[in-house]
């Protein structure tokens, strides 16, 4: 896969028909074949986004359990997000941690029984408003417990996205030299415990308040490989321009 990707996290956003409209305006406006893009729809949705996404495009969801099967009801497995047609998944993401409370070690088994089920986690990560000061320690933190018992040769099947808390849906992007910073530290603590050539190969996203008026100065950024898109995927228009840029 190309090593951008642009993702469109929909979030609990849309109905089926809007969704199927949705999907077929992005086909018919996105053109670039240099760039992974991802549609990760809420799960009600995938049926019906599987049923239409064209082959160039990836089915994403925007989450799941680390069982394999259980009694653990209002939850989807890796197999089940397989069986309807997904390649991706978001483990990790800031709403998931902060809302619902998962700890970097259920994030951790997450990664790990999606690459058990030849997904493709993407782990995200970032800092809150109250540890914008500690950023670096907070990423090692998450970085390096997420990834934890993931072989060098599964982190070729490895996204990461850098998200930070106090920007995702607020309006408030970082300034480019601040999410390139953020994306070398990530690059850093990988190179720490694999090798530069795995540091180097990764993709790294950003992710919070990404929008088609401020995407080509962050792309423009050494250490920044696509994008995870909440609000600005909704919209057609918007999100093909950030593919374009990117």
């Not at 850098?162 to 994306?183: F, K, L, M, R």
């Not at 694999?194 to 540091?199: G, H, I, L, M, S």
């Amino acid at each position: 896969m190309p090593k951008t990707i642009v993702a469109g996290n929909w979030k609990m956003n849309l109905t089926s028909r809007d969704a199927l409209t949705l999907v077929k305006i992005l086909d018919n406006t996105i053109e670039s074949k240099k760039v992974t893009i991802v549609l990760i729809p809420s799960f009600t949705l995938l049926p019906a986004v599987a049923s239409v996404i064209p082959s160039r495009f990836s089915l994403g969801a925007q989450n799941m359990h680390f069982s394999a099967k259980g009694a653990f009801t209002g939850e989807v497995n890796a197999s089940q997000l397989q069986d309807v047609g997904c390649s991706y998944v978001i483990v990790g993401h800031s709403e998931r941690r902060h809302v619902f409370g998962e700890s970097d070690g259920m994030v951790n088994k997450k990664v790990l029984a999606a690459l058990a089920a030849d997904l493709i986690p993407i782990l995200c990560v970032g800092e809150t408003a109250e540890e914008k000061d500690t950023v670096d320690a907070v990423l090692k933190r998450q970085v390096e417990t997420g990834l934890a018992s993931v072989t060098k040769s599964q982190m070729k099947k490895v996204v990461i996205a850098y998200e930070p808390v106090w920007a995702i849906g607020t309006g408030n992007t970082a300034t480019p030299a601040e999410a390139d910073s953020a994306h070398g530290v990530i690059r850093k603590i990988v190179s720490s415990v694999y090798d530069v050539k795995t540091a180097e190969s990764v993709s790294i996203l950003y992710g919070g308040s990404v929008k088609a008026d401020n995407c080509k100065e962050l792309f423009k950024q050494k250490n920044i490989d696509g994008a995870l898109i909440g609000g600005a995927s909704l919209d057609a228009e918007e999100f093909s321009s950030i593919v374009a840029d990117a």
